[in-house]
Nanobody, 120 residues
Framework: QVQLVESGGGLVQPGGSLRRACAASGFTFRTITMSWYRQAPGKERELVAASTRAGGSTNYADSVKGRFTISRDNAKSTVYLQMNSLKPEDTAVYYC?????????????WGQGAQVTVSD
């Protein structure tokens, strides 16, 4: 059974930092692309950052490049999102995601999500 359990998040002032973590189980973590998405009120869910299997490559949304870093610890089956220089427009619910292929069909699994609020 695939499980993604997230931690971290909360309220931070502009310019501050937060780190989110996502502990995975139920699949071979090192072989799976792990991503972080976010959804702000009234907006569609968008990709923030992704790390291909074994951390071979990463990619970021233009809006977070140079400020956010995705990393993974394959020994702990955990993916992280370090968020620095946070801006009010980063306020959203952030979700961990695992893209797993099953019988030739891609299936997305989601963590429970957590609110990140950037405000004075």
């Amino acid at each position: 059974q695939v499980q993604l359990v997230e931690s971290g998040g909360g309220l931070v002032q502009p310019g501050g930092s937060l780190r989110r973590a996502c502990a995975a189980s139920g699949f071979t973590f090192r072989t799976i692309t792990m991503s972080w998405y976010r959804q702000a009120p009234g907006k569609e869910r968008e990709l923030v950052a992704a790390s291909t299997r074994a951390g071979g490559s990463t990619n970021y949304a233009d809006s977070v490049k140079g400020r956010f870093t995705i990393s993974r610890d394959n020994a702990k089956s955990t993916v992280y999102l370090q968020m620095n220089s946070l801006k009010p427009e980063d306020t959203a619910v952030y979700y961990c995601n695992a893209l797993i292929w099953s019988s030739g069909t891609p299936v997305r699994y989601w963590g429970q999500g957590a609110q990140v609020t950037v405000s004075d």
